[in-house]
């Protein structure tokens, strides 16, 4: 939503490191509309067109365009190989509903050694106190972290920040296009990716910024 040359230069970066899939955090569009969506399908045929990108839903988007075009609300990446797994949960309506709370506990049932959480609105801390989701979001601390995941993804606001909360590293990233927001969040309001490395067990992170 917003910038297409910046979202064509965010495709090109991540394609260039091979990435096995492309993970959008949401709000492709203003107002998630038939043509808006055909029109970031579009942006993303032309620029990666053998890399997957899967998309979290955000609450730019409306849910019947989504279920149509784009895929479930709730999903889950998942490989035995690899030991990897990515679960995405739907909690754009600034709440983490019980169906949400119960797909995401039927998912860490048979998480792998490599689990990452990602959903669209950050939860409220004392960081992030600002645009973010209250309901039941210290359940979903201790949740991610009893159940050791390696790293939650948030995004919705758009800039970078990265804290750790109850020993799981969280993560908002969100400058792939958006206006960034300069004030009154903290982190820093750039347009970026995040690399994500997993060798021998160890996960790592690397915001990459993309060139304006």
Known sequence: MGNDGIFKKALALAKSY????????????????????DHFLALVNDGIPDVPLFVVIGN?????????????????????????????????G?????????????????????????????????RWNWHTFSDVAAELENVLAENGVKVAFYFHIHLYDRDEIKGVPSIITAG?????VPL???????YHIVLVRVKNGTVTTEMVKVNE
């Open 18 to 37: 091979n990435p096995l899939f492309i993970l959008h955090g949401g709000d492709y569009s203003d107002n998630g509309s038939d043509k808006e969506t």
């Open 60 to 92: 730019h988007e409306r849910r019947k365009v989504f279920a149509e075009k784009i895929g479930p609300s709730n999903f889950s990446l998942d490989s035995a190989r690899l030991k990897l797994k990515v679960i995405a949960v739907d909690n754009a």
């Open 94 to 126: 600034y709440a983490l509903k019980i169906h949400e709370r119960n797909y995401l506990s039927s998912q860490l049932a048979g998480k792998r050694e490599n689990t990452f959480v990602a959903m669209h609105i950050p939860p409220k801390t004392e």
């Open 176 to 180: 792939a296009g958006a206006p960034l």
């Open 184 to 190: 009154g969040f903290p982190g820093e309001p750039v």
